[in-house]
Every structure is written in C-alpha cells, then in structure tokens.
C-alpha cells in the first residue's frame, strides 16, 4: 500500500529526497509521517504531517529536514539537507488514514539512507 523511494547514499552535508506513494484505495489522511531506524535501535519519529498540514519534527532534523504532501498524487516527502552521519539509517513511511472500509495504517518497506563522513 505504500512505496517509498529515494534513499541512498551521499556524503555529510549532502541531501537528499524521500518519496512514499500510497495507494490510491485512500479516500483521507490523518498523519503522514517519517520514521527511522539505526542499527541496534528502536524506530524513532523524524517527522510527521497532519491532515491540517501542521508538521512536527524531532530535535535532531528541525532546521535540516522538511516534510511535505501532494494530495493529488497520495505522496508523501521528506527532504533532507546537510546531512550528518547520524542521520544513517532506514527510513520508513507511515499513514494513518481512511479508506472506503474504514481507518488504516499503513507502513512503508523502508529505505537506506547512508551517510558517510
């Protein structure tokens, strides 16, 4: 139900964009959002977007990493600039949102973001 895209890796203070397509099956959203998750680690927030597109970022993007939407096309952004070694990790999309059955939440397969110092 979501495919995201656009990880990879690029050196400290390089940037790049992620993308999460949901499916079309989506008639509202809740919360769009980022997570991530290093080795050895729990899955953390990185940002977040709601239906009224107030946005929430953790401590350690605010300023580097933007979070956006495009409604037409069910996507979810997340753009991310100077990079820092500790932003490596796998990146996951979620969506709360509904459908014509009913509220879900779906979540993405991840992509690698690597940064190298």
């Known amino acids: 139900q979501l495919q995201a895209s656009g990880g990879g890796l690029v050196q400290a203070g390089g940037s790049l964009r992620l993308s999460c397509a949901a499916s079309?099956?989506?008639?509202?959203?809740?919360?769009m959002g980022w997570y991530r998750q290093a080795p050895g680690q729990q899955r953390v927030s990185v940002a977040t977007i709601d239906s009224g597109a107030d946005t929430h970022y953790a401590d350690s993007v605010k300023g580097r990493f933007t979070i956006s939407r495009d409604n037409a096309k069910n996507t979810v952004f997340l753009q991310m600039n100077s990079l820092k070694s500790e932003d490596t990790a796998v990146y996951y999309c979620?969506?709360?949102?509904?459908?014509?059955?009913?509220?879900?939440?779906?979540w993405g397969q991840g992509t690698q973001v690597t940064v190298s110092s």
């Open positions: 979620n969506v709360d949102a509904r459908t014509k059955l009913g509220r879900v939440n779906y």
């Open positions: 079309s099956a989506i008639v509202s959203f809740n919360t």
